[in-house]
Nanobody, 114 residues
Framework: QVQLVESGGGLVQAGGSLRLSCAVS????????MGWYRQAPGKQRELVAD???????NYADSVKGRFTISRDNAKNTVYLQMNSLKPEDTAVYYC????????WGQGTQVTVSS
């Protein structure tokens, strides 16, 4: 059973930064890609950023230039560096690993105060 554990969420003022981590219980090389998603209250879960096994990245328009996804293969960990945070970034952030199926973490809360 694959486990993904997110950490690094918290409360931050607008304009601040946070770095989320997603630790995976097996080699992240075994996955086609990894992604970060978020879900705000009353809204659908949406893609924030993803990264393929080859290192290609993709970002939601709303976070381009502010967020950076990266991976440390030796640590089986994926990161999401979030800068210039806005109140509208407030959400539960989830990590996903995917091959022919998907694996999700339990989520970490990010709250940005104005």
């Amino acid at each position: 059973q694959v486990q993904l554990v997110e950490s690094g969420g918290g409360l931050v003022q607008a304009g601040g930064s946070l770095r989320l981590s997603c630790a995976v219980s097996r080699s992240i090389f075994s996955f086609n890609g990894m992604g970060w998603y978020r879900q705000a209250p009353g809204k659908q879960r949406e893609l924030v950023a993803d990264i393929t096994s080859g290192g290609s990245t993709n970002y939601a328009d709303s976070v381009k230039g502010r967020f950076t996804i990266s991976r440390d293969n030796a640590k089986n960990t994926v990161y999401l560096q979030m800068n210039s945070l806005k109140p509208e970034d407030t959400a539960v952030y989830y990590c996903k690993a995917f091959t022919w199926r998907e694996y999700w973490g339990q989520g970490t809360q990010v709250t940005v105060s104005s």
